[in-house]
C-alpha cells in the first residue's frame, strides 16, 4: 500500500504566514496539488487554537499544548518560537515537527512522519484490520476475532471472550475445572473420553479428539458383546436380558450377553424337572398335572387320555369304542358312529352315519335331494322320488332320482327303456318314444321304442313314398315313387347320378381312405343287386358304372389274373388283393390292382373303362384307378360308391 496514494499531508510547522491572520480567520492554500509528497505553495494560517498535545514525539491534532509540543495559539503568525521539537525556529524560518519514520495511530488510522521531519502521511486501516502502536511504529493489523465474540482456547479447557478492538482474547470460564470442554464457545459435558476406545451396545467405538462424538472401530454381531477390559467384540454366552440356563441353574443372561446374573433356582432340585429356555420345565411329553413339586412331573401327556397334550386335556367318550392318545386323542369309534370334525377331545365320536343323510355311509356323503325326499338307512341313501321321476343309476347318493321318465329317450317311461336311434333322432314324450325319421324313412310298425324309422320309404317297393304304398310287381321303388329299376348291361360312362331309378347309394368314400372292413361294406348293402362306380368328388354323373347280382359281384377270383363274367362285364374281387371291374373279354394284370393301358403299363386297351380298388387283410385299402386316373392311393379328389338295389 503507497503512502504517496493513500495517505494525506498534514502540515504542522513548515508554514509560511503570509499577511496577517487574525483570530477566527482563516488561511488560504494557493492553488495547486493537494497529493501527498505536494508541498504547499502559500501561506497558512490557522483559526482559533490549535496545538498538538501527547506524550513526546507523539503530538495530536485538535488538542492542547503539552511538554514537547508545538502549540500555535490564538491569532498570530509565525514569527516567533517554536519549543518541544529539537532545535529551535526563529521568527520566520522553518524547523522539524516529527521524527522521520516514526509512526503513531490516529483513531484507525496510521499517521507516518515523512520527509525531513516537517508533517504526516495518514493510512486509514481498512475493513477487518485495526491500527497497532508500538514503541514508535504502527500498523495495520488483521483482526483475530469479533469484538465480543465467545471462544475456545486451543486446548478446549477455557471459553474466552474477544477484546473490544478485536486484536486479542480474554479467558472467562475455566471448563475443565468442571470436568467439561469448551465447544463452540460454551462450556459442555463430554460424550466420551477424547481418544479413547469404549464399549456401547453396538461394539467398540474411538472418541474424538474433543471428546463431542465417536465412531465405530469394531461392530460386534448379533450373539456378540463388547469386552470392556480388552475393548474387543467377544463371543457372547446367552441373549442379554432373557431368561437363560446356566447349567441347571434358571436364570437371566446380563446386559451384554456376556454373562449371568447373581440369581436364578436350581432345576436339579426338583424333581424331573430340568432347565429349558430359563424356566425349570418337566421333559417333553411329561407334565406335572396334580400341582405337586413331591411327585414331579407324573403326567405323560403323550399317551394319557385324561391328559391328552395337556393337563385337564381328557379325551371325550363320545361314542367311542376305546379311548387312546397319541400326541393327541385317538381311538375307535362305535359302530355306526364317525368322527367327522376331526375332534375326538372335544365331542368324540359325534356323527351317526346310518341315519345322518348328511353323512350316510361316512363322512360328508350327503344324500342327494334331487326329485326325492332323501333319507338314510343303515349308511344308504334312501327315500321315495317325485312323481314321474325314477333313480335308473342305482345312486341315490350322488344324484338322487335323476330320470324324468316323461323326456328321458333312455329310460322312457321307466328304468331301462331306449329309444332306438335307428334313422331317427329319438326323444321321449309323455313317456313314449317318438322322434322324427330321417329323410327317405319311415316308421310303419308304430315302434319308435324298438326299432326306430324301420322302413326306406324311398326304395322299399311295399311302403313306396310312406307306410303301405305297395308298387306294382313290375316296377321298383325309387325316390319313394314307383317305377321301372334302371337297368343295363356292361360297363357305363358319365351315368347321371339322377337316372338311377331303383338304386340307393349304400356306400361311398374317398379314394385315399383306408381300413374300411369288407364285411362292414357288405353288411350296409345288403341288396339283390350291386354297383360299383367312381367319379370326381362331388359330381352328379358317375364317370364309370358297372353291376350285376350280388353274388358275381362278390365271387372270389383268387390272387391270380382269373376274372368271373357277369351281366357283359369281367369282375374279380380278393379281400386280400383288389376288388373291380374290366371289359368282358379283357385281360387283367393285377399287381395287385389291375395296372393295364395305366400310367405304369402301356400293355392292354381299354384304360378308361377300368376300375380298381385296393382290398387287403380283409379290408378295402386306398386307390388305385377310376379309368384312364389311377395312382389314386392317397386322393381325396375322387370318390368310389356302391349302389343296391333289390
Request: with cysteine; glycine share 16%; net charge negative.
Amino acid at each position: 500500500m503507497s503512502w504517496s496514494k493513500m495517505g494525506r499531508w498534514l502540515l504542522v510547522g513548515m508554514v509560511a504566514a503570509v499577511g496577517a491572520s487574525a483570530c477566527g480567520g482563516r488561511g488560504s492554500l494557493p492553488s495547486g496539488s493537494e497529493e501527498v509528497g505536494e508541498p504547499f505553495g502559500g501561506s497558512v494560517s490557522f483559526a482559533g487554537a490549535a496545538a498538538f498535545a501527547g506524550s513526546a514525539g507523539k503530538p495530536s491534532i485538535g488538542g492542547t499544548n503539552a511538554a514537547g509540543g508545538l502549540g500555535v495559539a490564538g491569532a498570530s503568525s509565525f514569527g516567533g518560537t517554536f519549543s518541544g521539537v529539537a532545535g529551535t525556529t526563529s521568527a520566520g524560518g522553518f524547523g522539524s515537527v516529527c521524527t522521520p519514520g516514526t509512526a503513531f495511530c490516529e483513531g484507525n488510522s496510521v499517521a507516518m512522519c515523512v520527509g525531513p521531519g516537517n508533517g504526516y502521511a495518514i493510512m486509514d486501516c481498512g475493513k477487518g484490520q485495526r491500527c497497532v502502536d508500538v514503541g514508535g511504529k504502527a500498523y495495520c493489523q488483521d483482526l483475530i476475532c469479533k469484538a465480543g465474540e465467545m471462544l475456545c482456547d486451543p486446548t478446549g479447557r477455557f471459553v474466552q471472550v474477544c477484546a473490544p478492538d478485536g486484536g486479542g482474547v480474554v479467558n472467562k470460564v475455566d471448563c475443565g475445572s468442571q470436568g467439561q470442554r469448551c465447544q463452540a464457545g460454551v462450556c459442555r459435558s463430554l460424550v466420551c473420553q477424547p481418544n479413547q476406545l469404549f464399549c456401547d451396545k453396538t461394539g467398540v467405538r474411538l472418541c474424538n479428539g474433543d471428546g463431542s462424538a465417536s465412531g465405530a472401530w469394531e461392530t460386534c454381531g448379533a450373539l456378540q458383546y463388547c469386552d470392556p477390559v480388552k475393548l474387543i467384540c467377544q463371543n457372547g454366552l446367552c441373549s442379554p436380558g432373557q431368561p437363560a440356563c446356566n447349567g441347571s441353574i434358571a436364570t437371566v443372561c446380563n446386559g451384554n450377553g456376556s454373562g449371568y446374573v447373581n440369581m436364578g433356582v436350581d432345576c436339579a432340585s426338583q424333581p424331573d424337572r430340568q432347565c429349558v429356555a430359563g424356566a425349570c420345565l418337566c421333559p417333553p411329553a411329561l407334565a406335572d398335572c396334580d400341582g405337586s413339586v413331591k411327585t414331579g412331573c407324573e403326567a405323560n401327556v403323550s399317551t394319557d387320555p385324561d391328559n391328552c397334550t395337556g393337563c385337564g386335556l381328557a379325551c371325550s367318550s363320545n361314542h367311542m369304542a376305546k379311548r387312546t392318545c397319541d400326541d393327541g386323542c385317538n381311538g375307535s369309534c362305535d359302530d355306526g358312529y364317525q368322527d367327522c370334525n376331526g375332534n375326538k377331545l372335544k365331542d368324540g365320536c359325534e356323527t351317526s352315519t346310518s341315519g345322518d343323510v348328511k353323512n350316510c355311509g361316512g363322512c360328508e356323503l350327503a344324500c342327494s335331494s334331487n326329485h326325492i325326499t332323501a333319507s338314510c338307512s343303515a349308511g344308504v341313501c334312501n327315500g321315495a322320488c317325485s312323481a314321474n321321476f325314477n333313480d335308473c343309476n342305482g345312486s341315490k347318493l350322488k344324484d338322487g332320482c335323476e330320470s324324468d321318465s316323461r323326456s328321458d329317450s333312455k329310460n322312457c317311461g321307466s328304468c331301462g327303456v331306449v329309444c332306438s336311434t335307428n334313422h331317427v333322432k329319438p326323444t321321449c314324450e309323455a313317456g313314449a318314444c317318438s322322434g322324427a325319421c330321417e329323410g327317405g324313412f319311415s316308421d310303419c310298425n308304430g315302434d319308435k321304442q324298438k326299432d326306430g324309422c324301420e322302413v326306406s320309404s324311398s326304395n322299399d317297393p311295399k311302403n313306396c313314398g310312406g307306410c303301405g304304398i305297395i308298387c306294382p310287381a313290375d316296377e321298383a321303388c325309387s325316390g319313394g315313387k314307383c317305377g321301372g329299376r334302371l337297368t343295363f348291361s356292361g360297363i357305363q360312362q358319365d351315368l347321371p347320378v339322377s337316372s338311377l331309378n331303383g338304386w340307393t347309394q349304400c356306400f361311398s368314400e374317398v379314394y385315399g381312405a383306408a381300413n374300411t372292413g369288407l364285411d362292414v361294406v357288405q353288411k350296409l348293402c345288403q341288396g339283390s343287386l350291386l354297383m360299383l362306380a367312381c367319379r370326381p368328388l362331388g359330381s352328379a354323373t358317375l364317370q364309370l358304372a358297372a353291376y350285376a347280382p350280388r353274388a358275381d359281384v362278390l365271387f372270389s377270383t383268387g390272387l391270380g389274373n382269373d376274372v368271373h363274367a357277369a351281366n357283359g362285364v369281367s369282375w374279380y374281387y380278393g379281400d386280400d388283393q383288389s376288388w373291380g371291374f374290366a371289359p368282358l373279354g379283357d385281360a387283367v394284370t393285377r399287381n395287385s390292382c389291375d395296372t393295364q393301358d395305366s400310367s405304369i403299363l402301356a400293355e392292354g386297351v381299354d384304360g378308361d373303362l377300368r376300375l380298381c380298388w385296393h382290398t387287403g387283410g380283409g379290408y378295402l385299402q386306398g386307390g388305385w384307378r377310376c379309368g384312364y386316373d389311377d395312382d389314386l392311393n392317397v386322393s381325396s379328389a375322387y370318390e368310389r360308391l356302391i349302389f343296391t338295389a333289390p
